[in-house]
């Protein structure tokens, strides 16, 4: 399989646990990125790396969340000390730019619960 | 207000039936369009690409209005693994194409 691979696939913890979620983006794709889906909605930007530098993260990304891609393969998003307001679905995204397009390809996701 | 508006449905259609549905969106400067399916507890799928007028991918059409901000997504001959959520997104060049999610129109297709 060729695409992009996230694990674990499921998380439940509880509150005030750290947890650390993994992406391996498609191998000659440059750039990755984290979402984050809760029900009902699409899902929202977290943050995004351009091989190892991470050039932008939303406002809704807290202190308590750092995400790294340290030798510009795949990527960890960590998420310290969690509150229930945390349990959705992590998705990351892989993509490489073309002909001034990019078109982004969907991991599986990560769906955490805090207890 | 948000980026991306859809009709958050759901629309019940028979199979074999036809089935359009719209998206709105807010900023002029969005040059990319995508619909994306996703499934149930699944990830999203890349449906379709529009980048000009509109795209054609067999049974499914996608139209763009860029005066009136608008893309719709067409369903020929519905089949019942049509059943799914409908994702449209938007993105900009200058954005350095961070994706813009709207809320999904989900299609259920009836035997």
């Known amino acids: 399989d060729t695409g992009v691979s996230q694990n674990p696939r499921h998380k439940i913890t509880k509150r005030g646990q750290n947890v650390t979620f993994r992406c391996d983006p498609i191998s000659e794709h440059n750039r990755l990125y984290w979402y984050r889906q809760t029900l009902g909605q699409g899902p929202e930007f977290l943050t995004y790396?351009?091989?190892?530098?991470?050039?932008?993260k939303s406002r809704l990304l807290s202190d308590r969340f750092s995400a790294e891609r340290p030798k510009g393969s795949f990527s960890t998003l960590e998420i310290q000390r969690t509150e229930q307001g945390d349990s959705a679905m992590y998705l990351c995204?892989?993509?490489?730019?073309?002909?001034?397009?990019?078109?982004?390809?969907f991991g599986p996701g990560t769906r955490l619960l805090v207890l | 207000r948000k980026e991306v508006e859809q009709d958050p449905g759901p629309f019940n259609v028979p199979e074999g039936a036809t089935v359009a549905f719209n998206c709105t969106y807010s900023?002029?400067?969005?040059?990319?369009f995508f619909w994306y399916r996703q499934d149930c507890r699944k990830e999203p799928k890349l449906l379709m690409s529009?980048?000009?007028s509109g795209n054609e991918d067999g049974r499914f059409t996608a139209q763009l209005n860029r005066a009136s901000q608008y893309i719709s997504l067409l369903i020929r001959d519905s089949k019942l693994s049509d059943s799914a959520t409908y994702l449209c997104?938007?993105?900009?060049?200058?954005?350095?194409?961070?994706?813009?999610f709207g809320a999904g129109t989900t299609v259920t297709v009836r035997a």
């Open positions: 995204a892989s993509a490489k730019v073309q002909g001034g397009r990019e078109t982004q390809y």
């Open positions: 790396f351009q091989n190892e530098a991470q050039l932008e």
């Open positions: 997104v938007a993105s900009q060049r200058s954005n350095d194409y961070k994706l813009s």
């Open positions: 529009v980048y000009s």
């Open positions: 900023n002029s400067a969005s040059q990319s």
